[in-house]
């Protein structure tokens, strides 16, 4: 049998109580009730604005008539004589101003259309974590929703003139923000620039390739680039080669063992160059695997997006050199119906995806066969389940 349902409405005889209190004279009861009632009444409002699709709406409005009510109307006591002088009531404290970046990433987590490409954001710590993080989040999204929130962010922090410069690195060919500075938080920011220098060691990896070598020069900025965003951004993971689940690149070991086998791919290009162009395509398709091996879960599918843009100039040096080598090299990108695929792939990565099921969503290795030797690609692809 069920039980009846609670009567939640308050009732008159109460309501004449509350109304009585805020009409008593001279009594700072009533008035810290009416500072109450006016703080609560403003809190609920700001809510509500805030999440107007809330389940409790339609009962709030009802409770927000009674509280206007008891601050707008309340009932007068009918003197015995002279009225005495009205007490003077403390107004509240004004509420202090919102801050423009916790209002700016509270508005990005609730964003729907974010969610659908990044998925459920961790948040941070600490508002120096979380700008970090929000900022390498816009490097997921497509490229003219991020320029909006970039837009934002910047009049949330207004540039400062006597900031410190940003973090250079070299750009492939336009120029950029990849981290926008808060010196109040003691975050100077990243750019790429055209000429910047390389991050050290992967200038040294690549020293024996001829400066004005295209693909070298363009191997420097991927390079640089991968590096310094996968060391500050908390959602990046390491698929690295033969092993089954990724690793977050915010462990430092697992950020060491990238970085070294990069590196390692990297200082191997100039002498495979100097062996002939099947040997450098070979070393490219390894160094191609290196730069892509880092990406998200869900990975930064969009093509307009900044990752998915690095990976796939990473895959065209790979393409232009291959295409040099008729009928000794031919390498694809495994995409797609992942059905259509699997034949030319192995060690693949499943994620659950309502957005992308049966679909090839990231090409961590390149298939290639050169000189009548194949190799598999590697993919990340999605399940229903």
């Not at 809510?47 to 509280?67: I, S, W």
């Not at 070991?253 to 100039?270: G, N, V």
């Amino acid at each position: 049998m069920n039980e009846p349902t609670p009567d939640t409405t308050v009732p008159g005889d109460d309501l004449a109580a509350f109304r009585g209190l805020l009409a008593t004279p001279d009594s700072d009861l009533a008035g810290t009730f009416r500072d109450g009632l006016r703080l609560l009444a403003r809190a609920l409002d700001h809510t509500a604005l805030l999440h107007p699709g809330d389940p409790g709406a339609e009962p709030f409005t009802r409770v927000r008539a009674v509280l206007g009510g008891l601050l707008d109307d309340p009932a007068e006591p009918v003197p015995a004589g002279p009225a005495p002088p009205p007490a003077a009531v403390a107004e509240p404290a004004p509420e202090p101003a919102p801050d423009p970046v916790a209002v700016l990433l509270d508005r990005f987590h609730a964003d729907r259309a974010v969610r659908e490409h990044l998925g459920d954001i961790r948040r941070q710590d600490d508002p120096a974590r979380q700008w970090i993080a929000f900022n390498c989040a816009l490097l997921r999204l497509p490229r003219k929703t991020a320029e909006s929130w970039r837009e934002q962010a910047a009049r949330a922090v207004p540039a400062a003139p006597d900031a410190p410069a940003p973090l250079l690195l070299p750009a492939l060919d336009s120029e950029e923000d990849l981290l926008l500075p808060w010196p109040d938080q003691g975050i100077r920011g990243v750019r790429t620039a055209v000429g910047a220098a390389p991050v050290p060691e992967v200038a040294q990896a690549l020293a024996p390739v001829p400066p004005q070598d295209p693909t070298g020069k363009a191997l420097t900025a991927l390079a640089s680039q991968v590096l310094a965003v996968a060391e500050l951004d908390p959602e990046a993971l390491y698929f690295e080669s033969l092993t089954p689940q990724p690793r977050p690149l915010a462990q430092a070991s697992a950020r060491a063992d990238h970085t070294r086998e990069l590196l390692t791919r990297l200082a191997a290009y100039p002498a495979a160059l100097r062996d002939g162009p099947s040997r450098a395509l070979e070393a490219l398709v390894a160094i191609d695997e290196a730069l892509c091996s880092v990406a998200h879960l869900p990975p930064a599918a969009d093509p307009a997006s900044w990752w998915n843009g690095l990976a796939s100039r990473a895959h065209e040096l790979v393409f232009a050199l291959a295409a040099g080598l008729p009928g000794r090299a031919r390498v694809r990108e495994p995409a797609r119906r992942f059905r259509d695929v699997r034949d030319l792939t192995e060690d693949d990565v499943p994620m659950v995806s309502q957005a992308h099921p049966g679909r090839v969503i990231w090409c961590l290795r390149l298939y290639s066969e050169i000189d009548g030797v194949p190799r598999r690609g590697r993919v990340i692809y999605g399940v229903d389940r």
